[in-house]
């Protein structure tokens, strides 16, 4: 089996209302996310896939959080912005895509809200 990962952020506003602390306020990160898919077989090009079209799907993911307030997201309606759902929304919306349900499936989701924190979801771990 063949893991790749790459790597790309994002900026954004969020706030977690009943959070007991500071975090309860309106603030921004630069998110890190990283994402790693796996495959067993390799194209004629001896890649699971390429990693332009790999960055090129988690992009279009990525700009739908991209400057915005997340709270305000249909993704963030009933659940707080916090890595853990962000990480499970980027999770989510990557395996529902036709190019990662064939042959190449998303491994994890790793989101660093700070270069000392963050959340790896991996729902078939
Ligand atoms: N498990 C989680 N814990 C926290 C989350 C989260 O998403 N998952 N989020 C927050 C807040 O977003 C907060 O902005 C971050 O808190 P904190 O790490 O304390 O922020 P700092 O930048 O001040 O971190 P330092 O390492 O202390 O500088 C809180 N918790
Ligand atoms: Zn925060």
Redesign the pocket.
């Known amino acids: 089996m063949y893991e790749l990962t790459i790597i790309t952020e994002f900026e954004a506003a969020?706030?977690?209302p009943d959070?007991p602390?500071?975090?309860s306020r309106l603030?921004g990160?630069n998110w890190k996310v990283e994402v790693t898919v796996c495959g067993q077989e390799l194209n004629h090009l001896g890649m699971v896939m390429d990693f332009k079209d790999l960055k090129a799907e988690v992009g279009k993911v990525v700009d739908t959080l991209d400057h915005y307030y997340l709270n305000d997201l249909p993704a963030f309606k009933s659940t707080?912005?916090?890595?853990?759902?962000?990480a499970k929304y980027i999770y989510d919306t990557l395996a529902n895509n036709s190019v990662f349900q064939q042959g190449i499936s998303i491994r994890c989701v790793q989101?660093w809200?700070?270069?000392?924190?963050a959340?790896k979801y991996c729902p078939q771990e």
């Open positions: 969020h706030q977690l959070y602390g500071k975090c603030h990160h707080n912005p916090t890595a853990e759902y962000i989101v809200e700070s270069p000392r924190s959340v």
